[in-house]
């Protein structure tokens, strides 16, 4: 049998739930960025949450439960995949406003993994520019979200912290030790033949 050539990477898990202070009704919209080695051979690269709301039964958080399912294949861990989350809610005005962005890797080692996105939201550099927007209700934001996860450009761009969303993520990979990349251990918390696939 021939060495392989790829490996694969497959993720699956869910954008679970958001904290966001004095905010309600929010959505949220995710997509995936990896570098140019990287191919997505099955699942969906975007996507965009429902509607929701906070309970009387938990009251600061906003449940979504919005699967995710993509599978990669590369051959070079470079532009290793990142999701990237945009959270969105209407104003006092009811007009639509992003309530924050975000981006984490998706993790190396294969496993069941939960992780917490700390948000922020573009800021306007004078009062003058943040009352402009207040009244017309176009609020500073990225014109592409994917910037997010990367790093050009960002280091003049003011921001706030505003909320976190969690996200779990269930990895497998397939032939990745083969290739000579060593990951170390999953943390499973399923059958154990999963982990090295």
């Not at 981006?103 to 948000?119: D, E, N, Y």
């Not at 550099?125 to 979200?145: A, V």
């Not at 912290?161 to 918390?189: A, C, E, M, P, R």
Request: charged content about 15%; overall charge negative; glycine content about 12%.
């Amino acid at each position: 049998m021939a060495a392989p050539s790829v490996f694969l990477l497959a993720v699956s898990g869910e954008i679970e739930s958001g904290e966001f202070p004095g905010f309600d009704d929010l959505y949220c919209k995710f997509s995936f960025v990896y570098g140019q080695d990287w191919v997505p051979t099955a699942g969906l690269e975007e996507g965009i949450s429902q509607i929701t709301s906070k309970s009387s039964v938990s009251p600061t958080t906003l449940v979504w439960n919005f699967p995710i399912d993509i599978t990669f294949k590369s051959t070079n861990p470079f532009g290793w995949p990142q999701i990237v989350l945009s959270v969105y809610g209407p104003d006092f005005f009811g007009h639509d406003v992003v309530r924050g962005y975000g981006a984490v890797h998706v993790p190396v080692v294969p496993g069941r993994h939960k992780r917490t996105i700390a948000m922020f939201v573009p800021e306007s550099t004078s009062r003058l520019q943040q009352l402009t927007s207040w009244f017309t209700g176009r609020r500073p934001e990225f014109t592409d979200p994917k910037v997010v996860a990367q790093g050009e450009g960002r280091e003049v761009t003011r921001v706030r912290s505003q909320g976190f969303v969690t996200i779990s993520f269930n990895v497998i990979t397939k032939d990745l030790h083969k290739l000579g990349y060593d990951v170390g251990q999953g943390q499973s918390t399923g059958p154990q033949g999963l982990q090295g696939l």
